[in-house]
């Protein structure tokens, strides 16, 4: 639920044609472990450092709650600080980092096996375990981390900067529980940081051939349903201009003329893409079933759009589209579903539309990813 709330400020995150089923399976598939919520890769160890402070407090529950709050405060008075989840808050914060984390921890590796936070706190006390074959016992905890840093969590002058020898083992948690996947091949590989999705990257073409693959589809369908998001958005902009509610200009211009100069970019992009003329759906979700973790489970509906758009797109040339019957059908009877909620011939729905809904193509997570990744090739830089 804090992540379908969080989406709503993404510029991707407006779900307004119902393509988050696939958008999130293929960003799993593509980034396992991400989320819209992550903002610094120095949390992955933030988190166990606290767990394990708190695990023999006399209320370890409370101490871990007063170590992640007072966090903020140390972190906000470090040399590096961008990304603070609290920064405006405070400790009033809601979402603490090992709830935003947990899901990361577990897939990455961190947590040396999947346990809820509480089982998490019991077992961050130190276990001795007796190692059979060299007749002696050693301490063990639930968490893989290295230890902390003197000083911690009071003293984080650094703030969110890793060290070299943290970078490297981060970068070995991805290449460990994610072997072959888009994100190892970039824990290996530095983003730039231009781009602006992770197959404008130059050295995407390098990655192994499964993780390639699967982002080949998984630009065509971004690009391809990009074309679906702006024809709503400019259906919605000339039903406003119509009934004279909502906005009216965007960025100094007629808001329906704004749409349709969007197209112009888009239709360069279908063309430069080359879709092949039998690509479907089927062949993404192919390839995201071919990745571990959970099968995409998309409605039928959804299926039915989307092959119903891709049969426009190969009736017709990009430029034909924004006035295209057959295109402009498909997306309003995609809204229609919505009943009382949907816009389009709605004049008090209208009314509160922003003047964007949904307009920016599928990313994928790509900006987050590209900041945690960053951060790992920034510490390896400190060698």
Same mark, same amino acid.
């Given at each position: 639920?804090? %992540?379908?709330?969080? =989406?709503?400020?993404?510029?991707?995150? $407006?779900?307004?044609?119902?393509?988050?089923?696939?958008?999130?399976?293929?960003?799993?598939?593509?980034?396992?472990?991400?989320?819209?919520?992550?903002?610094?890769?120095?949390?992955?160890?933030?988190? +166990?450092?606290?767990?394990?402070?708190?695990?023999?407090?006399?209320?370890?529950? $409370?101490?871990?709650?007063?170590?992640?709050?007072? #966090?903020?405060?140390?972190?906000?008075?470090?040399?590096?600080?961008?990304?603070?989840?609290?920064?405006?808050?405070?400790?009033?914060?809601?979402?603490?980092?090992?709830?935003?984390?947990?899901?990361?921890?577990?897939?990455?590796?961190?947590?040396?096996?999947?346990?809820?936070?509480?089982?998490?706190?019991?077992?961050?006390?130190?276990?001795?375990?007796?190692v059979h074959e060299e007749d002696e016992s050693i301490s063990r905890t639930i968490w893989?981390?290295?230890?902390?840093?003197?000083?911690?969590?009071?003293?984080?002058?650094?703030?969110?900067? #890793?060290?070299?020898?943290?970078?490297?083992?981060?970068?070995?948690?991805?290449?460990?529980?994610?072997?072959?996947?888009? #994100?190892?091949?970039?824990?290996?590989?530095?983003?730039?940081?231009?781009?602006?999705?992770?197959?404008?990257?130059?050295?995407?073409?390098?990655?192994?051939?499964?993780?390639?693959?699967?982002?080949?589809?998984?630009?065509?369908?971004?690009?391809?349903?990009?074309?679906?998001?702006?024809?709503?958005?400019?259906?919605?902009?000339?039903?406003? %201009?119509?009934?004279?509610?909502?906005?009216?200009?965007?960025?100094?211009?007629?808001?329906?003329?704004?749409?349709?100069?969007?197209?112009?970019?888009?239709?360069?992009?279908?063309?430069e893409l080359a879709l092949p003329p039998t690509w479907r759906l089927e062949e993404l =979700?192919?390839?995201?079933?071919?990745?571990?973790?959970?099968?995409?489970?998309?409605?039928?509906?959804?299926?039915?759009?989307?092959?119903?758009?891709?049969?426009?797109?190969?009736?017709?040339?990009?430029?034909?589209? +924004?006035?295209?019957?057959?295109?402009?059908?498909?997306?309003?009877?995609?809204?229609?579903?919505?009943?009382?909620?949907?816009?389009?011939?709605?004049?008090?729905?209208?009314?509160?539309?922003?003047?964007?809904?949904?307009?920016? $193509?599928?990313?994928?997570?790509?900006?987050?990813?590209?900041?945690?990744?960053?951060?790992?090739?920034?510490?390896?830089? $400190?060698?």
């Amino acid at each position: 639920m804090r %992540e379908i709330v969080a =989406l709503f400020g993404a510029s991707e995150g $407006r779900d307004e044609l119902g393509l988050g089923q696939i958008r999130d399976a293929v960003s799993d598939a593509l980034f396992p472990g991400t989320s819209t919520l992550h903002t610094r890769a120095r949390y992955a160890l933030f988190v +166990p450092w606290c767990f394990e402070l708190a695990a023999g407090a006399r209320d370890p529950k $409370r101490r871990l709650d007063e170590l992640e709050r007072g #966090l903020i405060g140390a972190l906000g008075r470090s040399r590096d600080a961008d990304g603070l989840m609290g920064a405006t808050v405070g400790r009033a914060l809601k979402n603490l980092p090992s709830t935003v984390y947990w899901g990361a921890l577990e897939r990455w590796g961190i947590l040396s096996h999947a346990a809820s936070r509480t089982e998490a706190l019991e077992l961050s006390r130190p276990q001795r375990v007796v190692v059979h074959e060299e007749d002696e016992s050693i301490s063990r905890t639930i968490w893989t981390t290295p230890p902390a840093p003197h000083g911690f969590p009071d003293d984080v002058d650094e703030g969110f900067a #890793l060290s070299f020898a943290e970078a490297r083992w981060l970068q070995e948690r991805l290449l460990e529980s994610s072997p072959g996947s888009l #994100l190892a091949h970039f824990a290996n590989q530095r983003p730039t940081a231009e781009s602006g999705t992770a197959w404008e990257e130059p050295t995407s073409a390098t990655a192994p051939d499964r993780a390639r693959s699967l982002l080949t589809h998984a630009e065509r369908f971004s690009t391809v349903m990009h074309g679906a998001q702006l024809l709503y958005n400019l259906l919605l902009a000339e039903d406003c %201009e119509h009934h004279g509610v909502g906005p009216q200009e965007l960025g100094g211009t007629p808001i329906s003329d704004a749409y349709r100069n969007d197209f112009a970019e888009w239709s360069q992009r279908i063309r430069e893409l080359a879709l092949p003329p039998t690509w479907r759906l089927e062949e993404l =979700l192919t390839a995201v079933e071919a990745e571990p973790g959970r099968p995409p489970n998309v409605a039928t509906s959804t299926r039915r759009f989307v092959a119903d758009w891709l049969r426009v797109i190969a009736s017709v040339t990009p430029e034909q589209i +924004p006035d295209s019957a057959n295109a402009r059908a498909v997306v309003a009877r995609r809204e229609r579903i919505k009943g009382p909620k949907a816009r389009l011939g709605n004049p008090a729905r209208l009314a509160t539309w922003g003047g964007a809904a949904g307009r920016d $193509r599928l990313r994928y997570r790509w900006p987050v990813v590209r900041r945690i990744l960053t951060d790992i090739h920034d510490g390896l830089d $400190r060698a």
